[in-house]
């Protein structure tokens, strides 16, 4: 199906392990964005990128990788996970700067 | 520290029109204001934006003022499937860091 898809949906894990979130858009949007939610709050940005192989830093960034080495997906890495990083995490794609931004559904992750 | 001000929640009747405040008082002249709408655990969904004209689409009107330091997102007829916190967020067109509030939660009751 055409549109902006994330895996896992839900997803567990300890304190220090390595979690990697994956996110694929089939519009062939140059733009990709990565955001956490946590509960009760507004989306902050994590990372962003323009093109293939160009990524560069939202608001909160620290303790995340990306990388994009194909157009149509944007994974994010949490490299040693925390307790801080439980949140719901919303990939986002767009056409261009200006336009709206799409987003998937959310993979909603637990470190315990 | 997002730019924008909004109420934390609102309600409406179903059928009437919603009308859905922000204040943006330190708007730049380059700046958006730009909608969207969560509705419960889902992604956000864009609604409108613009400048300085009202704008309209199928979904909302969007009205800002003529100094801009604010706007009001209209619903014209809510339903219950409308029931979502909305966020309004300023932003210059071609920056990527689109700053979320905290945003209005609206409901639409019967």
Redesign the interface.
């Given at each position: 199906d055409a549109g902006i898809t994330q895996s896992p949906r839900y997803k567990i894990t300890e304190t220090g392990r390595q979690v990697t979130l994956m996110c694929h858009q089939t519009w062939s949007h140059s733009?990709m964005?990565w955001?956490r939610q946590d509960l009760g709050?507004?989306?902050?940005?994590i990372y962003?990128s323009?093109a293939a192989d160009i990524t560069?830093k939202?608001?909160v960034p620290d303790g995340y990788v990306v990388s994009r080495s194909k157009t149509e997906n944007f994974p994010l890495t949490l490299e040693s996970a925390t307790r801080s990083q439980t949140s719901?995490y919303?990939c986002?794609s767009n056409v261009a700067?200006?336009n709206?931004?799409?987003?998937?559904?959310?993979t909603r992750l637990t470190v315990l | 520290d997002a730019k924008t001000t909004q109420p934390p929640s609102m309600d409406c009747a179903e059928g009437r029109a919603a009308n859905l405040p922000c204040n943006h008082s330190t708007i730049s002249g380059n700046e958006y204001v730009y909608w969207y709408r969560q509705i419960h655990s889902q992604g956000p969904q864009y609604i409108i934006h613009g400048l300085k004209n009202n704008e309209t689409n199928e979904m909302a009107s969007l009205i800002i003022t003529e100094d801009r330091k604010s706007s009001t997102l209209i619903l014209p007829h809510a339903t219950l499937r409308d029931t979502a916190v909305y966020y309004c967020i300023v932003r210059v067109a071609n920056n990527n860091d689109m700053r979320f509030g905290a945003g209005t939660r609206l409901t639409v009751k019967p």
């Open positions: 733009y964005f955001y709050h507004g989306l902050r940005l962003y323009a560069d939202g608001e719901v919303f986002a700067s200006y709206e931004q799409f987003f998937g559904p959310g | -």
